[in-house]
């Protein structure tokens, strides 16, 4: 695993690093580490397409059961869900939206169905086989009892678990054209939020929401923790600006990965209504803090005549996304995006769910073998 550099994600000077730096520049994306214990990618939207990813279906890693993948699966490389994720040739991946597990019950019957079936079918099929080859039925009903036992009833644990993580559905939408995922989720929003992007991938064509409606998403995911909204970051204390439930519950377990809105146009937002004084507000980054040159957009305004540069304004990006993330306390990830100028943001869901990475790098990876049942999509940039 390695990361281009180890900017710190908490300094206002941070993104201003990021666009200065060469590989940046070059590549349109940026890896990094923080000393926070934050691993980052910034990414340039217009070069690398946002969309939702999806888990590929089919046999997983081995094709001998569940049983066998839960002996084996510590020492192998890992799962369907990681493994498509590491598949994706991404600048920058995560994982996604909180899923609803299904019912225990169906689980119970699916188990008897497809372990009754298949061990049995194990059973007669070999039994038939070993007999023919062997001339002896002992040894033919022996052979088919031990293949019964050895591949029948993992085979049908197996297709148990992936026929029941079937009922497993989104708390909100998920919308992901470019996969062909139409997913209309539980429909739940609550104090959840949708984010993503319409048709276009420039960054004004992206945007968080407070509905749990698709319309107007191309590539999108609703369901989604907010972190910051409007220059607010979240907070866990109740009555002050801010404070989300969502968000408090995600901070009582630890990890968190995160996506986030950075606009760079160089304008300024003033405090929200009611904003109390003592509070730091950080607002977007202005363009004295970009750089940018006031006296050339002036003249550049007029027509770029007199001598004026005319690719003063050619370099600079209506806005960059950044997905970050650690493994342990999510707590003050909105404060670190509040501070390098997100306007807004959203974490996935939590815990042992969380993923994320660049390429073949792995920077976070808490998902246990049954999480790779459970999980299904998950943000990533081409």
């Not at 000077?13 to 590989?23: E, S």
């Not at 070069?47 to 089919?58: A, M, P, S, Y």
């Not at 052979?143 to 029948?152: E, I, R, S, T």
């Not at 029941?164 to 998920?174: A, H, L, Q, Y």
Request: aromatic share 12%; net charge negative; glycine share 12%.
């Amino acid at each position: 695993m390695s990361v281009d550099a180890q900017y710190h994600i908490q300094l206002r000077t941070f993104i201003p690093q990021v666009l200065a730096d060469q590989r940046f520049i070059s590549r349109g994306y940026l890896t990094g580490e923080s000393p926070q214990g934050y691993y980052w990618v910034v990414i340039d939207p217009a070069r690398h397409n946002f969309q939702v990813w999806q888990k590929k279906t089919g046999l997983s890693y081995l094709a001998f059961g569940a049983l066998v993948k839960a002996i084996f699966l510590p020492f192998l490389p890992q799962y369907r869900y990681r493994w498509t994720a590491l598949t994706l040739n991404s600048s920058g991946y995560s994982n996604g939206p909180m899923m609803e597990v299904g019912r225990p019950a169906d689980l119970g019957r699916l188990l008897i169905q497809y372990v009754g079936v298949i061990a049995l079918a194990s059973l007669l099929g070999v039994t038939v086989l070993w007999t023919i080859l062997s001339g002896s039925i002992t040894t033919g009903a022996l052979v088919g009892a031990l293949a019964a036992l050895g591949l029948g009833v993992p085979a049908g644990v197996q297709k148990a678990f992936e026929e029941w993580s079937k009922k497993f559905v989104p708390f909100g939408f998920v919308e992901g054209t470019a996969a062909g995922v139409h997913d209309p989720g539980m429909g739940y929003n609550g104090d959840l939020v949708s984010f993503g992007r319409g048709p276009s991938q420039a960054f004004p064509s992206f945007k968080l929401s407070r509905t749990k409606s698709p319309t107007g998403f191309t590539e999108g995911m609703g369901g989604l923790i907010p972190v910051i909204v409007n220059y607010v970051p979240s907070t866990i204390v109740p009555n002050t600006p801010g404070y989300s439930l969502p968000f408090t519950n995600l901070t009582a377990k630890q990890g968190i990965t995160a996506w986030g809105l950075i606009p760079l146009d160089g304008s300024a937002v003033p405090p929200p209504d009611g904003w109390s004084p003592e509070l730091p507000y950080c607002g977007p980054l202005s363009a004295e803090e970009l750089g940018y040159d006031d006296d050339c957009n002036d003249d550049c305004d007029d027509g770029c005549d007199d001598g004026c540069d005319e690719d003063c304004d050619d370099d600079r990006l209506d806005g960059v996304i950044i997905v970050a993330g650690n493994d342990s306390s999510g707590i003050q990830l909105p404060k670190h995006f509040a501070t390098i100028g997100v306007r807004d943001g959203v974490a996935m869901d939590g815990s042992d769910s969380v993923m994320m990475g660049s390429q073949t790098d792995e920077y976070l990876d808490r998902i246990p073998w049954y999480k790779d049942l459970i999980q299904r999509y998950g943000f990533y940039c081409s």
